[in-house]
């Protein structure tokens, strides 16, 4: 039977919003995944992005993977302040240590905030 831990983005100081200060790659660190793999563990992100700009941002969350696999990423635009937060990452699961980073069109314009549910002992 899985287990389920519940966390903050390993970035996140105490909990807290991490403002997207990168424009180019690697990007500014939002979480580091377990090094578990499936099925032994892993960490379910979720992932919210809200902006403090008087217009909307293009922003790209990188998901680096593995030096065998493919890095992936998620092109995304966040309205306008007071707007409102959008929802980037709905419980997407990562392991063996990959790194989530963000890049944004503007420096320290955007936050993003989120929490993980580590998962463990799927493969018992």
């Known amino acids: 039977m899985p287990n389920y831990t519940a ?3 390993s970035a996140a100081t105490s909990g807290g919003i991490i403002k997207i ?7 500014t660190t939002i979480h580091t995944a377990t090094s578990s793999d499936m099925p032994e563990g892993c960490d379910e992100v979720y992932l919210w992005a809200g902006s403090t700009s008087t ?4 922003a790209t969350l990188h998901i680096t993977a593995l030096a065998t696999e493919q890095d992936r990423s998620i092109n995304f635009r966040v309205p306008a302040a007071y ?3 959008i929802l980037v ?36």
């Open 7 to 9: 966390m903050t983005l």
């Open 83 to 85: 707007n409102g937060p």
């Open 21 to 27: 200060t990168a424009t180019a790659t690697p990007g």
């Open 55 to 58: 217009s909307a941002l293009n």
């Open 89 to 124: 990452l709905p419980g997407y699961r990562v392991c063996d240590g990959v790194v989530l980073t963000a890049t944004a069109s503007a420096a320290d314009r955007i936050n993003l905030w989120g929490n993980v549910n580590r998962i463990s002992g799927q493969g018992t």
